[in-house]
């Protein structure tokens, strides 16, 4: 593990292109936690977290020779990962039933009481999402994607993807509230 602090992150990238399983293992290891935070934004558990993580990897390898540090190594890896995560959902994700905008439901106010929680309460209230709520959620509000975007990954139309999240929203604010009351 020591040799992670030996090297810079270019070198490692630079000796992964040569297909060194050494450096290999080295940028597995050095970059292991934060795609893993990632990936668990989108998974409904640790193995599953695990297992995009890993396929991810798996891309990053094949197609190291395709990333060019003219971007940061972590913005190329988290689109990898991202993707690797939304793709695994996909495939769950179309057996599940599109709903039209006609069928969404009022949005209340934002609750306060996230201030309550910590980013672990939070994310265990996103688990409790439905995958396509959570996605959609993840896809939005944290990786940045817009509604045409979410649209054309997931294959279901804009709207429905505007009322995923509308759902996904209203549903985190009842789960909040219903927690801090818990705790409160």
């Not at 094949?62 to 993707?83: E, G, Q």
Request: contains cysteine.
């Amino acid at each position: 593990m020591h040799l992670l602090h030996r090297f810079t992150e270019e070198e490692i990238v630079s000796k992964c292109k040569t297909g060194s399983l050494k450096y290999q293992e080295l940028l597995y290891k050095q970059f292991y936690g934060y795609a893993m935070g990632i990936s668990a934004r989108y998974s409904l558990n640790q193995d599953d977290a695990l297992e995009v993580v890993n396929d991810a990897f798996i891309k990053v390898f094949n197609n190291i020779n395709t990333y060019s540090s003219d971007k940061p190594f972590r913005a190329w890896l988290r689109t990898i990962v991202v993707n690797t995560a939304i793709d695994r959902r996909r495939k769950e994700l179309k057996h599940q039933q599109n709903t039209d905008i006609d069928d969404a439901i009022g949005v209340g106010h934002a609750a306060n009481a996230i201030e309550n929680l910590n980013a672990q309460d939070i994310l265990k209230l996103m688990k409790q999402l439905p995958q396509i709520q959570l996605t959609i959620f993840n896809m939005y509000e944290i990786d940045g994607y817009n509604h045409d975007e979410i649209s054309k990954i997931l294959n279901l139309p804009a709207s429905s993807s505007r009322v995923y999240l509308s759902r996904a929203k209203e549903k985190l604010r009842q789960l909040i509230t219903t927690e801090t009351h818990s705790h409160g």
